[in-house]
């Protein structure tokens, strides 16, 4: 069983979300890339997660929303639009953050969960992290995951030590 269709059973994908969900955004020229726990996977060792977080070019947004209204179901929140689909346990999660924004420009291709996708440069998913972990509004079991996803991080490139604020160096350690 090839990376995407364990992906797709795991999520349990039976409507063919995630294909439809990159066929518009590449169909509508929209600009994005893999951020989270996904684009860690893509630099780290591997672990399962029904989530896809994704960053868009900010002057996208709108019009992302007004395309994907269409054929999806929306929940926007303070900072994120959540998408998702009928039959299909995968949640997308789009930042809405605009210090996100500036990902895209940077994202190279890699392979991710079996596809080729533009995924945000490692330094930019350890600022994603980064910015997680300080968030106080996240729920703690979150924030711990994102102090994982930083040491996985670190343990596939230990050259991002110097790029942690001592704060959370020394929970890691």
Sequence with gaps: MDAATFWKTVVMDRTGFLDRLIALLNQHAIRFCVVGGQAVNAYAEPVVSLDLDLAVAVEQMGKL???LEKEFQLK???HSLN???PQSDLRVQIQTDPRYGGFVDRAEERTIVGLRLPVARIEDVLQGKIWAVQDRARRSSKRQKDLADISRLLEASPDLR?????EILSRLF
């Design 65 to 67: 929303r007004s395309i």
């Design 76 to 78: 926007s929140f303070e």
């Design 83 to 85: 998408v998702s689909a």
């Design 162 to 166: 110097k790029l942690i604020p001592e």
